[in-house]
Antibody, heavy 123, light 110 residues
Framework: QGQLVESGGGVVQPGRSLRLSCTAS????????MHWVRQAPGKGLEWVAV????????NHADSVKGRFTISRDNSKNTLFLQMDSLRAEDTAVYYC????????????????WGQGTLVTVSS | QSALTQPASVSGSPGQSITISCTGT?????????VSWYQQHPGKAPKLMIY???KRPSGVSNRFSGSKSGNTASLTISGLQAEDEADYYC??????????FGGGTKLTVL
């Protein structure tokens, strides 16, 4: 079924950088596109970024474009999110999730999810 | 990338049925019509409950069902149980390789 474990969260000052990691196990990591999704305190889920199975294709939500960069190391079964120029509104729990895509139905879903890592941007 | 529209809250008594709607546009729910639904208990990670609009992963109760009409997808929970009390989110592929979630619905079991 697979398991995802995020790490790297913490308290950081506005304008500084942080890199999150997500380590995968129990499935063939290099075969799947991967996503980051975040959840601000008391708020809903917000899609953040996606990377293709081989890391050659990426996209980011407008809210983080130019500041955050998703990447992956398939040799280490690890997904990353480099977060630069952090703002108070980036404070959230960040989840990584595996994308499942069915070409027949042109349908996408996320499963499993990691437990999340909290990023707090505050001076 | 506007969030899909869900009711902020719904409630029901044990044994009753409730339906949570998820309204988008022709660019997301209406176009790529097979949304997914996630359950999230407080302090926990989201859990997949419905995929491809109406399919249940192994281990998810058949009390959960999904459907879609036009730009609106729906999640129905029948035979409500106390353990169903949680937040529920819909999600759809949007366009240009982006995804969008609903704002979330808090389900209260009375």
């Amino acid at each position: 079924q697979g398991q995802l474990v995020e790490s790297g969260g913490g308290v950081v000052q506005p304008g500084r950088s942080l890199r999150l990691s997500c380590t995968a196990s129990g499935f063939t990591f290099r075969s799947y596109a991967m996503h980051w999704v975040r959840q601000a305190p008391g708020k809903g889920l917000e899609w953040v970024a996606v990377t293709s199975y081989d890391g050659t294709k990426k996209n980011h939500a407008d809210s983080v474009k130019g500041r955050f960069t998703i990447s992956r190391d398939n040799s280490k079964n690890t997904l990353f999110l480099q977060m630069d120029s952090l703002r108070a509104e980036d404070t959230a729990v960040y989840y990584c999730a595996r994308e499942i895509y069915d070409s027949g139905s042109r349908s996408w879903w996320f499963d499993p999810w990691g437990q999340g890592t909290l990023v707090t941007v505050s001076s | 990338q506007s969030a899909l529209t869900q009711p902020a809250s719904v409630s029901g008594s044990p044994g009753q049925s409730i339906t949570i709607s998820c309204t988008g546009t022709s660019s997301d729910v209406g176009s790529y019509n097979l949304v997914s639904w996630y359950q999230q208990h407080p302090g926990k990670a989201p859990k997949l409950m419905i995929y491809e609009g109406s399919k249940r992963p192994s281990g998810v109760s058949n009390r959960f069902s999904g459907s879609k009409s036009g730009n609106t997808a729906s999640l129905t929970i029948s035979g409500l149980q106390a353990e169903d009390e949680a937040d529920y989110y819909c999600c759809s592929y949007a366009e240009n390789w982006t995804w969008v979630f609903g704002g979330g619905t808090k389900l209260t079991v009375l």
